[in-house]
């Protein structure tokens, strides 16, 4: 005589399978949230750093920096754009330097500034011109 088999998972192993997979979403769910803010911060200092580039190749054209007015597809302009996510790009243009930051999600803003120009409102005041830095 042959004993029937049942088949399938009991519940008390169910319930030990949904408990190791909520501790494996607890831990990794901040992990990730902190992931996605490092990049945020990463897309606004590369935005930073290739403003840098695209006013040095603006000044080089027109011995002058470019302006928030100097940006955009037109000719003539500087071709810029932040990234996505990235907002309120702020520029602001002398004779002798410039300086522009950008709102990144999350509430933080990179900047950047080059020569005599003002350094950016909440920027540390010991950052060098020229470096990209977010705060």
């Known amino acids: 005589m042959q004993r029937s088999l049942k088949k399938g998972f009991t519940l008390i192993e169910l319930l030990i399978v949904v408990v190791i997979i909520g501790i494996l979403a607890a831990v990794a769910i901040p992990k990730f949230s902190n992931t996605k803010q490092r990049a945020s911060r990463a897309a606004g200092l590369a935005d930073m750093r290739n403003l840098s580039t695209s006013q040095e190749g603006f000044f080089a054209d027109s011995s002058r920096y470019a302006g928030i007015a100097d940006t955009g597809n037109a000719a003539g302009r500087m071709n810029f754009t932040p990234s996505n996510g990235n907002t309120a790009l702020t520029l602001v243009a002398s004779t002798t330097g410039w300086s522009a930051t950008v709102n990144i999600p999350a509430g933080q803003r990179c900047g950047v500034y080059h020569g005599s120009a003002a350094i950016p409102t909440g ?7 020229g470096t990209a830095v977010c705060w």
């Not at 920027?123 to 011109?129: K, Q």
């Open 123 to 129: 920027m540390p005041a010991t950052t060098p011109s």
